[in-house]
């Protein structure tokens, strides 16, 4: 036995079975399901003075009776490992300035080896543009409970995730819903969420009920074989704390309109143009321009305005000579007739009792980022 004569003296007369189960027990088993049983049983042979003697088996409490069968198992449970994490969106979140229930996206693993629950608080971070809410109880937090990634009202109600499971095998989606209105934000302002998980106690694969009790802290407990202790392995901002947080950001995309409107005489009954004047029988043309400097379009706009009707009259019989207003959104003549007196309403309407103009009743304009919209029409002075 030229090998054996090599290793050191206390395990010369191990036989290879023994060492082998030695270099087992050694491996780390990455995945084990906490609360298996791991059992084993050393065998040793020997010889004395040449002669070969009777296996003698390991146990716990000690064992010198030679013979198979005669010793004990080895027995320890496998530990809880609660490792988990979560990811935000990875880019910002566009929304509209006033939007209500907008939704950021975080997904979520446990890599333990247990089922766990887990339960959320999320944060408005301080130094933002602006607050998604000024009172943290009405940021709500849901699961994604039929797994489409989309959150969907009346479905997803679930506020915690119950019994994910382990080893990193599925995800769970969480959706933070928050309203932009603390205060109205504008076009490029940025407000950071923060999300945070801890972890619960599972109930082995059972959903249903209520979260389990917050997870606790065996790391610093006298080790216990035939107790599963719970260790926190997660990197958080604070490792092994049983906390997990990760940032998700609103980026608010507005429209931002400038509004002008200014008045030229067109033509009057006695001048010689191009000099006309404002006098009684003179015609006044209106223009409206408005100008969309933010990043995305202003939609469903409407142009109101009072006519002066104890001095002017509005000219509704068709000046352009098609329709009582021209629109133009990017120098391009709005196709849809503006008819004050059509009926019914098709993009116009005027009131000659008070002088009330409305321009965009049926749909409403659209003006494209970085776009110009002018609205004319005209008015006869009395």
């Not at 003698?56 to 320890?76: A, K, Q, R, W």
């Not at 095998?169 to 969420?193: E, H, K, R």
């Not at 694969?205 to 599963?228: E, H, K, Q």
Request: proline share 5%; net charge negative; charged share 20%.
């Amino acid at each position: 036995m030229k090998t054996l004569k090599k290793l050191p003296l206390p395990v010369q007369g191990l036989g290879i079975t023994a060492i082998l189960l030695l270099l087992t027990q050694s491996a780390f088993a990455i995945g084990t399901d906490e609360d298996t049983d791991i059992i084993n049983r050393a065998s040793v042979d020997y010889a004395v003075g040449g002669v070969g003697q009777v296996v003698i088996e390991s146990d716990p409490g000690g064992n010198s009776s030679p013979g198979v069968g005669l010793g004990g198992d080895t027995v320890f449970e496998v530990d809880r490992l609660i490792d988990f994490e979560v990811t935000g969106p990875g880019a910002t979140t566009i929304i509209s300035p006033d939007e209500t229930d907008a939704v950021l996206i975080f997904t979520m693993t446990n890599s333990g080896n247990d089922h766990q629950d887990f339960v959320f608080s999320v944060t408005n971070l301080a130094g933002d543009d602006f607050d998604m809410n000024e009172i943290t109880s009405t940021l709500r937090v849901f699961v994604d409970g039929n797994g489409n990634g989309v959150y969907d009202a009346g479905v997803d109600t679930a506020t915690f995730v119950d019994d994910l499971v382990p080893d990193g095998a599925t995800t769970a989606t969480i959706f933070v819903l928050a309203d932009a209105d603390n205060p109205t934000p504008g076009d490029g302002d940025l407000a950071d969420m923060q999300l945070e998980a801890r972890a619960h106690d599972g109930n082995d694969g059972a959903t249903g009920g209520p979260a389990g009790a917050l997870a606790a802290d065996n790391s610093g407990d006298l080790d216990l074989p035939g107790t599963v202790q719970n260790v926190f392995g997660e990197l958080g901002a604070v490792n092994y704390d049983n906390r997990f947080e990760a940032t998700g950001t609103y980026e608010v995309q507005a429209a931002s309109l400038t509004v002008t409107k200014t008045s030229a005489v067109i033509s009057d009954p006695f001048s010689t143009g191009p000099n006309w004047k404002a006098i009684p029988g003179a015609v006044i043309e209106y223009t409206v321009t408005i100008v969309n400097t933010g990043a995305v379009a202003a939609d469903n706009v409407t142009v109101s305005d009072n006519i002066q009707v104890a001095n002017v009259t509005f000219n509704d019989a068709d000046p352009y000579p098609t329709l009582d207003a021209e629109i133009t959104v990017n120098a391009v003549i709005d196709p849809d007739p503006c008819e004050a007196d059509a009926l019914p309403a098709d993009g116009c309407t005027y009131d000659a009792v008070t002088g009330a103009l409305v321009i965009g009743t049926t749909a409403g304009l659209s003006i494209p980022a970085a776009g110009t919209a002018t609205i004319t029409y005209q008015v006869t002075i009395d």
